[in-house]
């Protein structure tokens, strides 16, 4: 392999890059990025970024140094595997090794999209434009109870404004957790001062306020719109690589799309399981951490680096540190660990006692035991478990 171009300059990309160099990659690298600003991370956004406590988040790496050819503000439009070419706002690039990494984008408000006073929150842009909208201390209405939404409500209380979040389900988080383990999160949103509406929809935003289905008309200086993100695939159309069920790339296990020399990772990829029996796509910073890894291994040749993590994420909310490892699905016994009334819990899932996921609040020492204890996937004595005051590991 001679020249690997890569495209997307977030995470996935620019650590693709990273462990291409790091593995001895000696070939022409290239990353393509649609942003115009200098490669950055995206947690910071809805945290020191958003309350200005952080000027940016960009990624602290020389990219000159690491021998990557950076193309900024350069948009890839299509790609032909046949001629191995990929097509951008700047004309064709041809490749040996593809890697998409494009991440995903904010879902709209139908009917909201380009409205002033509409915010999305994903981009360094739409926290640089937040950040005055914060200090006006105005009403906020957040659409979505997700870990953006809760993000964003937070800071946005840190900052004085009146908060309240509509939330269609009837509990924050729905997707993603079951009923018990969401309803003492959703305490967390009056605690901090916010309002929480569940199971309303928005009607339609109008200047000043948000009406919903019922009716009521919530005052609103800004609205903040986090109800999911979908693969940035959209120009993929046509290329003859698979796209699945959410329009993310299909990959196989050491993370090759459909089409020959082609690698995705990241937001955009989705990849088959064999620890959790099922297909993952995973829209968390560490999957576009370590993913890459495998895909640059892959790339050298040198071993059949198979991709199968644990995955990981945190959120900060409401003055809480969330962490999650694992992945478990609605059959799986829950165990609690901890009184979810209290600052510090946590919630273990359990599939014929091997410890499958855990959620972690306040508990970062069950949360790096636990990661370990799924990794080895060893079996637990769920009544040790309960108790929190004994070691994760000794249960
Ligand atoms: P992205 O970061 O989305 O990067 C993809 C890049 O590709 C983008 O810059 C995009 O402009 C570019 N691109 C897209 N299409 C094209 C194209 N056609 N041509 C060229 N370039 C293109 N995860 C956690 O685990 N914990 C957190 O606390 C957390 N907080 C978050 C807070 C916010 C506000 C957001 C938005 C996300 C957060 N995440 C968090 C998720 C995490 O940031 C993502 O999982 C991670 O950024 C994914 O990296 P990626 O490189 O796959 O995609």
Redesign the pocket.
Known sequence: TRRVVV???????VQTAVALREQGFAGDVTV????PHQ?Y???P???AVLLGKAEDSAFDLDFDSLGVDLRLG????GVRPGDRELD?GAGPVPYDVLVL????EPVTLPGTEGVPGVHL???LDD?ERLRPVLALQHDIVVVGAG??GA?FATAARAAGCAVTVVEAADRPLAGVLPAEVAAPMAGWYADSGAELRTGARVERVEPGAVVLADGTRLPAGAVVVGIG?RP?TG?LAGSGIELGAYGEVVTDARLRASAPGVYA????ASFPSARYGERLLV??????LQGPRTVAANILGETDAVYDPVPY????QFGRFVQYAGHHAAADRLVWRGDPASPAWTVCWLREDRLVALLAVGRPRDLAQGRRLIEAGRTMDPAALSDPSRPLKDA
Do not use: Q, Y
């Open positions: 495209v997307g300059a977030g995470m996935a990309g393509i990025g649609a942003e490669p991370d995206r947690p956004l809805s945290k350069c948009e890839a439009l951008t990494a494009t991440g995903a929150l994903r981009t926290a870990w953006i993000e993100a940035a120009w990772v990241g937001d955009c829209h968390h910073w560490d999957n576009a994420f945190w959120s900060e």
